[in-house]
C-alpha cells in the first residue's frame, strides 16, 4: 500500500506542512485494522521517502527522576508538567534533546537542540543547562536537584504521509518495543501508532479511520509504555488503551 504512493522529500514535505495550524489526534490499532484502513488511501497521498527508504528508525531515552516527577504529572494529570528525552535519527545517526513543557495555562511549549548521537542515553553538562533554563519557567528545581537519569528508552519505525489538498499529514509507527533502564523490555509487534496532524479542517486520515470506528487514543509512548511494564504505577489516565492495545504484550527481562 505505501509502495505505490508517490514520494515526496522532506523539504517538500516541510515546505506544504509546516504552516498548518496544527491538530494532533492519536490512534492506536492492530497491524490489521491499520492495512485495512491505509489500503483505502487516496492514490494522491505521498509519502516521505529519503535514499529510497519510506520507513526510518527512531529511538528515545526519556530522563526522570527516581521518584518519577515526570510521569506522576502527566499520569495525574497536573497543569505544570515536563517531559526530556533525546531523540535519535538511527540511519542518519542524528539526535536531538528535547524539551516538552506546559505551564499553568495548559499551553505545550516544544524546543530541541541538538545533540550528539554517541550521547543519546545521558545528559551531557549542556544538557542539562539547556533543561535548566526550560524547567525553571515551571519553577521545577534545575535537573542537578532532580537527579534527572534515563528511565526508558522507546524505539519504532515511522512512515509519514502527506494527503493531498491540504488533508494533513500523519506518521504511522510500527514495530514498538520499550526498554526500562533495568533491561526489562516489552515489544508489541501487532500494535500501531498513527498520529494525524491537521489544519482547520479535520483531516483525510481522520475521517478515514473514524469511518472504521477507530477513535483517537488517550497514549504516550513514554506515559503509556512506563505503566505498561510498571503495574504499580498510577494508570487510569491511560487504562483505556491500555487494555485494548498493551493486553498482548512480550516482556522479558
Known sequence: MIAR???????????????????DRKYAMTVADALEVLAELPETTRVLTMDDRRAFSYESYYFDTPDLLSFRMAALGRRRRFKLRTRSYVDTEDAFLELKTRGARSATVK???EYGFDDREELTDEGREY??????????????????????ATRYRRTTLLA????????????????????????????????TKSGQRTGDL????????????????????????RPDLPRNKWARVLRRSFHHTAIAA
Open 5 to 23: 504512493l508517490e514520494p515526496i522529500s522532506l523539504d517538500e514535505l516541510l515546505d506544504q506542512a509546516a504552516l498548518l495550524t496544527r491538530v
Open 111 to 113: 524546543e530541541r537542540i
Open 131 to 152: 533543561a535548566a533554563e526550560g524547567l525553571s519557567a515551571l519553577g521545577i528545581p534545575a535537573p542537578d536537584e532532580l537527579e534527572l537519569r534515563p528511565t526508558l
Open 164 to 195: 493531498p489538498d491540504g488533508g494533513g499529514r500523519a506518521t504511522i509507527d510500527t514495530g514498538l518495543s520499550w526498554e526500562l533502564a533495568d533491561g526489562t523490555t516489552m515489544t508489541l509487534s501487532d500494535l500501531v501508532i498513527i498520529e
Open 206 to 229: 481522520d475521517r478515514l479511520l473514524w469511518r472504521h470506528g477507530i477513535r483517537p487514543s488517550t497514549i504516550s509512548k513514554y506515559g503509556t509504555g512506563l505503566a505498561a511494564l
